[in-house]
Every structure is written in C-alpha cells, then in structure tokens.
C-alpha cells in the first residue's frame, strides 16, 4: 500500500518503489507471461546511489519519461531523484530555478507528478492553492 509505481513503456517494465511495509523495489516484467520481478533491494547499484531513500519512503511521485528512458520520483522540495531505466542507478538532481514546490502534501503525490510528452516536462500539482509546476531534465 501507498507505494509509487511507473510504467517502462520502451521495456514493457513496471517500477514500483517504497510502500508501508517498508524497504519495497520491485521492477514486473509484463512481456513474461510467468509472474517475474527483480528485487532492486537486492541490487548493488540501485542501493548504493540513493536508491533506498525510494525503497523506504512511500507516498511521492514517480514517472517514466519517454524522451530521455529515465524514471523521476518527487518527494517534495527541490530535488528530483532520476533513475536510469536499464541499470536502476539513482541519481539526485535539483533542477534549475528558483522556484521551490515546497514540501509534498502529508496525504501523497501519487498521480500529481505525470511526465507530459507533448512538452517533454514533468507536470507537479502539489497543492490546490499552489501553482502547477513544470520542469524538464
């Protein structure tokens, strides 16, 4: 429950990461007709660069984006976690700007944070008495 999940529509993959039961990465493989996942909680890469600040967390947003093969995850304030779409390296980035979300509502994100191919950006609605908010990697 209350976890993030995004689709790889370039793999046919499906990420889902953190949750409330805890440390929870998983990726599903939907071109397999046998039930198959990989644990990323047992991958050396996603872990050792800031992976399981996903893992342990729930409630953020997480989108794939199709232009650049990545996943983003937004769990309030400036920075913005890329994750690479084929090894799962994590990557922690502040985009650039002045402009600050500020933190993410205490109900989650969940779908407010989508990634909008029309634009190639990422669309943030955080609050309903705040600006949309959009950046590009």
């Keep these: 429950i209350y976890a993030a999940a995004a689709m790889d529509t370039k793999r046919n993959k499906l990420l889902v990461l953190g949750g409330s039961s805890g440390d ?14 990989e644990d990323l909680t047992n991958n050396s890469v996603f872990q050792n660069s800031s992976g399981s600040e996903l ?8 989108a794939y984006d199709v232009s650049n093969d ?3 995850a937004w769990k309030g304030g400036k920075t913005v976690y890329v994750i690479n779409a084929e090894t ?3 990557v922690k980035t ?8 500020g933190a993410a509502v205490s109900n989650g994100t ?3 944070f989508r990634y909008a191919p029309a634009i190639e950006a990422f669309v943030l609605v955080n609050r309903i008495d705040q600006d949309v908010f959009i950046f590009k990697l």
């Design 70 to 72: 990545k996943f983003v």
């Design 110 to 112: 969940y779908g407010r």
């Design 94 to 101: 502040v985009p650039s700007g002045e402009v600050d979300p």
């Design 24 to 37: 929870q990465a998983f990726v599903w493989d939907l071109n397999s007709s046998e039930p198959s996942n």
């Design 55 to 62: 893992s342990n967390d729930s409630q953020f947003g997480l």
């Design 88 to 90: 799962y390296e994590v």
